[in-house]
């Protein structure tokens, strides 16, 4: 049976695109009486990419091949006409490239040679023609092979760079139905079928051949890597590009699948396979005559960055080299004619596989620019990534329309896009443009409800290297999903979000720390050094104390991690520590000691590490770690420019609590010549800050109380400011507010509270500088809700710190008063004779003020009353004693106190009228 006219024209055009898998089907063209109609119908379909002119080399070689074939065939007056045709039809094609490489072997047995030159020389090339083809010509071997073929003669092996393993979806010796026929001249039979599929395949010899399009279908179905290697290693010498490309573009998709190959065998390395290697030998082949071109390179490129990706071929690997190599001067070639989404997919892929060759990004680039404005969301998204990861900032010409292209899409991006792209720029270090940022604020806004954890920690992150507020609305969003994706979050997930609430200094809501918190506890231990770091500046940075068993895990995990920590990581570290006032574990403390020596090799980093040794001496009586003087000695030999004023500040600041520090506790350390100079002044100039509204409020409370004053006072050394100072007592009030207490685990704001470490310590500084430190914590503060209750609360306050207050013709509610501790007086001394009653008016008032009193007594004097009190009866009675030796007290030492305890006296008088 002929060939039908179809079948002719498939393998014409597998001529026309420079495959020499056509051979095979040479016997079927031997005996079809419809080629040169074939021939004739196939002028219209040979595109200017793949046909060439008689003076081309390969198509003289197929038509020099063919004649000496037709020469030979019995059928000469018919074949002599598809001779003619086919001479026709080549020299009115346009030019093209030889499809192979010179890379390709040359080696041939005698008989494949002589052929060739037989072929040749019937198609009237001179000698020395011949000898060029041969030469620059390696694929002249397979042309023999397909003359000896048509002409009949015995079919001679070829040696290939391509490994030839057994043809697949084959029937050995089959000839069934009516497809089946005996071929003419020992050439082999051919004829039409179907695969029981309605996929066409054709007899040649002993075996069916399937067409490229039932190839793509094979290739597109199979369920693991091992089916599909099956598929290329039956049909290697059939595979067309589009073949090879789909093949990989499946073999990329299943990479991260638990089935990539089957039980029967397993492989991690694909790169290992006989079969894959002979599919890399083809891809290179392809890619150096250049018929891998457009979708088809692309799309190879992209598999196998994606096997990379899945560790399943090592792309670095030497063997990988060679395919590697010719497939980036393909993209180079192709580069000018790549569609937007190729482009997209090449960049993603050497993203994945490393930056190629200046040449070919150039090229890339140059594509970039060209294809921008036709990008879509995924495309522009995928190439800022590439960017981005690669490390390789675009010129200004690429980033322009990069950028445009962003501000175009965003309203298409999807949540992964919004996230990668927003990722990117921030990667890059450069913001967009204004227009740009605005489209992808809306954007964010609009997605996160569907973003899932990874998305949603990579556009905090972004946001906050880019220190970029976005929009109310838009935040909030993305705290919404923060807290909804919290549970799925993994260790850098997590690290990520709270690096980008410290950064952008926005504290999370309650709900929304409980739950990153709760996730914080659960993957501690699989954090890494960086992780870890980030997790536990952020506690630090909002005040918020862990609670145990979350910081005991902390503790647990920076001692295994200690030893690969950074330099930043290791001072970060100790200053969570010192924030927070919690002591490092005996183990932890000694390896991040060790840690300090072996990392702090910069003056860089060495402000924050002594800060934090200073605070934990100072405070927690902790062992003085055996690097706490080398690290003074490296600041020794360090000129005062090397610091910023920040870290001036600490240096000055960790000198000072050094000093505090008994003499027993003391380590001798040598401070540099311009610590009390440069670093001072600096610490100086720090003092000043503008007061709160609550401080000034206070401040009104304050004067209403008839105090002598002064506001932001800075004591005789010239260290600190007093935030109200009281001369006439030499007291300092300090009004305390949030950033001064730590909440406790993950409490609401109305939780407990405790101060944090520098807190403690400006209340252990001033201490040194006046008789008394008077606190008053927002919170209490806060809850009184009427200027007499402040008042009330303030005179309680300054009376429980033995400060005597004489108030200006104020009267208040003996429930206002007495809720406090005491009421406002109008300074009229009163006598022992006057009465009072109401026990527990009378008791309030021993607590508030009698005790206080008592305590300051002499010892002998405080025994004796305490002896005359106990044979008291009633509260009245003991009070009675108390204001009796109030009265008799001349001493001015206890004078304030005094003065307390009798102007009690006076409100309750005035508002009982029982006598004792």
């Keep these: 049976m002929t060939l039908t006219t179809s079948g002719a024209r498939l393998t014409l055009r597998s001529l026309a695109l420079r495959r020499p898998a056509a051979a095979d089907y040479a016997g079927a063209l031997v005996d079809d009486p419809n080629y040169a109609r074939a021939i004739h119908e196939e002028r219209r379909y040979a595109p200017s990419s793949c046909a060439a002119p008689a003076t081309q080399p390969w198509y003289g070689e197929w038509v020099g091949a063919a004649t000496a074939a037709v020469v030979h065939s019995p059928r000469g007056t018919e074949q002599q006409r598809a001779k003619t045709t086919t001479q026709n ?40 023609q011949q000898q060029q083809q041969h030469t620059q010509r390696p694929w002249l071997v397979a042309a023999a092979g397909f003359a000896t073929a048509l002409g009949g003669h015995r079919r001679t092996s ?28 020992g050439g082999g039979g051919g004829g039409g079928s179907s695969d029981g599929r309605g996929n066409p395949t054709r007899n040649v010899g002993d075996r069916i051949l399937r067409t490229p399009r039932a190839r793509m279908i094979d290739l597109r179905n199979p369920t693991c890597a091992q089916d599909i290697l099956s598929i290329v290693g039956n049909s290697l010498r059939e595979m067309t590009p589009t073949c090879v490309g789909v093949a990989f573009n499946r073999l990329g998709k299943m990479a991260k699948s638990r089935d990539f190959s089957p039980p029967s065998r397993r492989f991690q390395k694909i790169s290992e396979d006989a079969t894959f290697i002979g599919l890399m030998h083809l891809t290179r082949n392809f ?38 190599g010719a497939l980036e001067n393909a993209a180079a070639r192709a580069a000018p004619a790549l569609k937007p989404q190729e482009v997209s997919m090449t960049m993603w892929a050497y993203a994945k596989l490393g930056a190629p060759g200046q040449d070919t990004w150039r090229a890339l680039d140059d594509a970039v620019v060209r294809v921008a404005p036709n990008a879509t969301s995924q495309g522009v998204t995928n190439t800022f990534w590439a960017y981005a990861t690669l490390k390789r900032m675009p010129r200004d010409e690429v980033w322009g329309a990069l950028d445009a292209a962003a501000e175009r899409e965003a309203k298409e991006l999807k949540p992964q896009e919004v996230s990668n792209l927003l990722w990117a720029y921030a990667t890059l270090g450069k913001a967009p443009s204004r ?49 909804r994706e919290a549970r799925g979050m993994n260790p850098q997930n997590l690290s990520n979000t709270l690096y980008a609430y410290t950064r952008l200094a926005v504290e999370p809501d309650a709900p929304t720390w409980a739950a990153l918190e709760s996730v914080a506890e659960r993957l501690a231990r699989q954090m890494n050094q960086q992780e870890i770091t980030c997790t536990m500046f952020a506690f630090a940075a909002f005040k918020r104390m862990p609670e145990d068993v979350t910081w005991a895990t902390f503790d647990a995990e920076v001692r295994r991690l200690a030893p690969s920590m950074t330099a930043q990581s290791v001072t970060t570290v100790l200053s969570a520590y010192a924030t927070l006032g ?54 020794c030999r360090a000129d005062a420019k090397e610091f910023d004023d920040i870290a001036l500040g ?14 027993s506790l003391r380590t001798h350390v040598a401070y540099p010549p311009w610590l009390m100079v440069e670093a001072r002044d600096v610490w100086r100039r720090g003092l000043a800050h503008v007061s709160s509204h609550a401080h000034l409020q206070l401040v009104r409370v304050i004067d209403d109380l008839g105090f002598q004053y002064e506001v932001e006072r800075v004591t005789d050394d010239g260290h600190f400011s007093m935030d109200i100072y009281l001369p006439e007592y030499d007291v300092a009030v300090e009004f305390d507010g ?11 704001p109305d939780g407990s509270r405790t101060r944090t470490a520098k807190t403690e310590i400006r209340n252990l500084c001033l201490a040194t500088q006046c008789v008394k430190v008077v606190t008053v914590p927002y919170f209490e503060f806060d809850n009184c809700n009427t200027t007499e209750e402040r008042r009330a609360y303030v005179h309680s306050k300054l009376v429980s710190a033995c400060v005597g207050v004489t108030c200006k013709g104020t009267t208040t509610s003996d429930d206002a008063g007495f809720h406090h501790g ?63 030796c109030a009265e008799a007290d001349t001493t001015k030492v206890r004078a304030v106190t005094r003065i307390a305890v009798l102007e009690a006296n006076a409100a309750l008088l005035r508002t009982h009228s029982t006598s004792l």
């Design 582 to 635: 919690r002591v490092p574990e005996g183990k932890t403390w000694t390896a991040l000691d060790g840690a300090v020596g072996r990392t702090v090799h910069s003056v860089i980093d060495t402000p924050t590490t002594l800060w934090a040794y200073a605070v934990l001496y100072a405070l927690r009586d902790i062992d003085h770690a055996s690097r706490y003087a080398a690290v003074w000695d490296m600041v």
């Design 822 to 884: 005491a009421a406002p007086s109008d300074g009229a001394s009163p006598s022992s004779t006057e009465k009072l009653s109401n026990g527990a008016s009378v008791e309030s008032a021993l607590a508030h003020v009698g005790d206080t009193y008592l305590s300051l007594l002499p010892t002998q004097k405080r025994a004796s009353l305490a002896a005359t009190s106990s044979a008291a009866v009633t509260p009245a009675a003991k009070w009675a004693l108390v204001v009796a």
């Design 89 to 128: 039809v080549f020299s009115s094609s346009a030019p093209s490239r030889s499809l192979f490489s010179s890379s390709a072997s040359t080696s041939g047995n005698k008989a494949t040679t002589s052929g060739t030159v037989i072929a040749m020389a019937e198609a009237g090339l001179t000698q020395q």
């Design 738 to 748: 949030p950033t001064h207490y730590i909440s406790s685990g993950s409490t609401s």
């Design 158 to 185: 070829t040696t290939s760079t391509i490994p030839r393993p057994r043809l697949g979806n084959t029937i050995q010796n089959q000839r069934t139905g009516s497809g089946a026929s005996s071929g003419s001249g």
């Design 287 to 324: 890619a150096e005559s250049g018929c891998l071109q457009g979708t088809d390179m692309a799309v190879t490129l992209n598999g196998i960055a994606k096997l990379h990706e899945a560790k399943r071929l090592d792309a670095l690997n030497t063997s990988m080299a060679g395919a590697l």
């Design 435 to 483: 227009k740009t940022l605005e489209a992808l604020d809306a954007a964010a806004a609009r997605v996160a409800p569907e973003m899932i954890s990874q998305a949603v920690a990579n556009t905090m992150w972004a946001c906050s290297k880019l220190q970029w507020h976005p929009n109310k609305d838009t935040w909030a969003a993305l705290a919404t999903a923060a807290r």
């Design 650 to 663: 600490q240096l000055f600041h960790a000198s000072l609590l050094h000093r505090f520090l008994p003499s």
